[in-house]
């Protein structure tokens, strides 16, 4: 069964220019069409301004699609809102939907009474939400003194307390040190299989680690869905090893690596305090690493750095772009 369900959805806005009283108009949303398995976690990748945020806010009843239709716990999202709200948590991110004079516990049971859950159950909702997010210790602490990532846990929790099954989470983990965003999505991780998670992210990494499937968007598209693994072996194709080397000038160096059979090409050569740093693509990255020691050691250089550089977000578009993909 699906939990949320999006087909065709387009939405476009009018951006006024100073003269011009019509405006541009801007297409943010184009065709997109998807859906999510109840009880797995959903991604939606893109860059900045991809048309993440506003596919979100028209899943959440935020916004009217100017043409298509989704729905959420099968309500429809703009004939059935009030429905869709009660089953949705929603984590658009940022400082504003906490009271920072309170306590992190505080938050909670005053936004609990706002969704009117009864009070022995609110205050046992409260203690599991607290634990689930990793605040528990820190529950009677004022949120204005909490770090970023404690304030994005609480907004996680905030949104779980009418236990709803579908949850929205745009850029969770945007901001965080690397351990906030670790603790976060430890938290995120453990809503599958009870609740149904679609969430946005500029990281691939993180929707590896999280998504059971990702829609890679882009200019308002859907460019490819897929499982992780299934758009990692299209990005895979383009193995990188980034590689640092002394005792060579970076360009002799970049033109006999360019020689070996398993390097594809030899990127951005550059020197930096007497070293070599190159970025080289690979047909295989572990025949490349053998080649690539024994021609340096040969040549008389010495490898400082020798290390595998993992897919990114960039990689895909730029596979994606290449026009190995049609768009679906
Ligand atoms: N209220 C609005 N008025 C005009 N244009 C808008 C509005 N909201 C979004 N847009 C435009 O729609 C496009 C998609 O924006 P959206 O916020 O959905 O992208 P995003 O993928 O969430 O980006 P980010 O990662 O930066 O949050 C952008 O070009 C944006 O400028």
Redesign the pocket.
């Known amino acids: 069964m699906h939990a949320i369900e999006a087909e065709h959805l387009r939405r476009t806005?009018q951006?006024r220019g100073w003269l011009r009283r019509r405006g541009r108009e801007?297409v943010?949303?184009d065709d997109v069409t998807f859906a999510v398995e109840a009880g797995t976690i959903y991604g939606l990748l893109?860059?900045?301004?991809?048309?993440?945020?506003?596919?979100i806010k028209m899943l959440s009843t935020l916004l009217i699609p100017t043409s298509g239709r989704a729905s959420v716990a099968g309500f429809d999202v703009v004939r059935q809102e009030r429905e869709v709200r009660r089953r949705l948590g929603v984590v658009l991110g940022g400082d504003r939907g906490l009271y920072g004079k309170i306590s992190a516990r505080d938050n909670l049971l005053y936004f609990g009474r706002l969704y009117g859950l009864p009070r022995e159950r609110l205050l046992r909702r409260v203690e599991e939400l607290l634990e689930l997010v990793g605040l528990a210790d820190r529950a009677d602490d004022r949120v204005e003194g909490f770090s970023r990532g404690m304030k994005q846990r609480l907004h996680l929790a905030k949104a779980l307390l009418h236990d709803p099954p579908v949850i929205f989470l745009?850029?969770p983990t945007i901001g965080l040190d690397p351990a906030a965003a670790v603790s976060l999505r430890r938290a995120i991780k453990a809503l599958a299989p009870e609740h149904t998670v679609l969430l946005?992210t500029?990281y691939l990494h993180e929707a590896d680690e999280l998504c059971d499937r990702i829609a890679i968007?882009d200019h308002?598209r859907i460019v490819l869905e897929d499982t992780p693994s299934g758009i990692k072996r299209r990005v895979d194709t383009d193995q990188r090893l980034r590689l640092r080397v002394s005792g060579l000038p970076a360009a002799t160096l970049a033109a006999m690596l360019e020689s070996c059979p398993a390097v594809r090409s030899v990127a951005l050569p550059a020197s930096r305090d007497g070293e070599a740093e190159l970025v080289l693509k690979c047909h295989d990255r572990a025949r490349a690493i053998d080649e690539v020691v024994g021609l340096v050691h040969r040549q008389g250089g010495r490898i400082e750095v020798i290390e595998a550089l993992e897919p990114t977000l960039e990689d895909a578009f730029l596979a994606l772009t290449n026009g190995a993909v049609a768009c679906v």
């Open positions: 806005f951006r801007i943010a949303v893109g860059h900045n301004g991809a048309g993440k945020t506003t596919t745009d850029e946005t500029h968007i308002g």
